[in-house]
């Protein structure tokens, strides 16, 4: 075999040891990655999330009492009627707290209809939805939207429009404990009566 022949063999014996070792380079890097990243450190710190977040929440129930209501959120003004009943004047705040029993059955299913119509049946709390309203506060986009009638009801008469994440948990406890303590009956008619419906009415009997 002449010398050329041997700088050949040599050269090609060279690069079937470097793609050999980029080979198993790359295998012992891709193993490492897997080691570092397996389904069940995936799966137990989500789990051990899920627990810490849990455990979390359960504190703050324990922590967050339903606090007094916002007197402003059920500020009335001076209303003046004429002999018949209908209304002559209005002074004040307006605003006119109202019976749930006087609001008819058809505008109180109207309003369940658009706002939160699973209302009879949940516990006060759309999760999906402060989920999302949490997000959207962390983000800064700031609407979160997604509130369920209790959730708005307990922002209007014993919190604040403030969108901040410790609001939005307070909001949420509140909720939660409002709704084992008091009827649907008595959230709405407190939702009805302490929303803002423009034009400076506050509560349905100020808009209509």
């Known amino acids: 075999m002449g010398r050329a022949e041997e700088r050949r063999a040599r050269q ?15 295998a012992a890097g891709r193993t490492g990655i897997r080691r570092l990243f397996t389904w069940k450190k995936i799966v137990g710190t989500f789990f051990g999330l899920c627990l810490l977040g849990m455990g979390a929440f359960i504190v703050l129930y324990m922590m967050i009492d339903i606090p007094e209501g916002n007197a402003d959120a059920e500020r009335q003004g001076n209303v003046y009627k ?6 002559m004047a209005r002074k004040g705040y307006n605003r006119e707290i109202v019976d749930l ?12 209809a658009a706002e939160n119509k699973t209302f009879y049946k949940d516990s006060g709390v759309d ?10 506060t962390l983000s800064g986009k700031g ?11 307990v922002k209007n008469y014993y919190l604040t429009q403030d969108r901040t ?41 100020a808009a209509a």
Request: charged content about 25%; cysteine-free; overall charge positive.
């Open 82 to 87: 004429y002999s018949d009943g209908s209304l």
């Open 127 to 136: 999760i999906r939805g402060t989920a999302r309203g949490l997000l959207n």
């Open 165 to 205: 994440v410790s609001r939005k948990l307070k909001e949420m406890v509140i909720s939660l404990k409002l709704d084992r303590e008091k009827s649907k009956d008595y959230i709405l008619a407190g939702y009805i009566n302490t929303s803002f419906y423009g034009r400076g009415a506050y509560g349905i009997q």
């Open 143 to 153: 609407a979160q939207g997604g509130s369920t009638i209790t959730q708005q009801y």
């Open 12 to 26: 090609r014996g060279g690069r079937r040891a470097a793609a050999h070792g980029r080979r198993s380079s790359g």
């Open 101 to 112: 029993a006087r609001v008819p059955k058809d505008v109180q299913r109207t309003f369940v």
